[in-house]
């Protein structure tokens, strides 16, 4: 027999928390998704859009924040018994933190707004090889980050359904997370392998950017450990 979250969260003021916590998780996957867009941009040096792309993370970002507090502001009215409440107010604060993450991220690419080839001290075969690494590494990683925040969300939308599926779902979180983890210290790696091709800011550039796509899986793992205790408090 299936757990579900309604049987302890029934009442009207509990499903609009728990809708609106949905939402915010979908709010927080649009985000991501534009960070996604723009490592694309900055891969193909398309840095017009790239900077729309930016604003349009900013402005999700935004409109999640603001859900973010309308939920904790209807938790601190008192409809949920406290260690629910404790619960909830904990994942709606480290799901946020993946938005956070991820506008800090895109807001590193109009630091400098360089070429992958004009960060190279000569323009060679071997720094166009590098260059192409590089993109293909970036691009890898911030799909792998993808997939966990998306399974997050898959994790976070089954509380209203199933909680042993929602449990099941937090793990796969984690195990997407550590794939993350790998491609992240491989691409790091490899651009500190560069280190005398590339100019040494834009080294640091790219080393802050990789981390803070990194960072954005391991927010969404984090809030992923609270679906598990959730749905662990609830039968799972």
Known sequence: MAWRLLPFFGRKEEKEVVNNLEKHVDLIVETVDGLKNVVNAFCEEDFDRMDELIEEVSSKEKIADDLRREIESRLHEGAFLPASRENLHRLVERVDEIADTAEAAVKMFQIREKSFHSMCLVFSEKCVEISQELKDKLLLLVESVVKVVDTLKVSIHLLNVDMKE???????????????????????????????????????????????????????????????????????
């Open 166 to 236: 929602a449990s099941l779902k937090a793990r796969e979180v984690d195990l997407r997370e550590e794939e993350s983890d790998e491609i992240e210290h491989q691409t790091l790696k490899y651009l500190f392998h560069a280190e005398g091709e590339l100019d040494v800011l834009s080294i640091i550039q790219l080393r802050e950017i990789i981390s803070l796509i990194g960072d954005v899986a391991d927010k969404a793992e984090d809030a992923s450990d609270i679906v598990s205790t959730i749905a662990v408090r609830h039968g799972a």
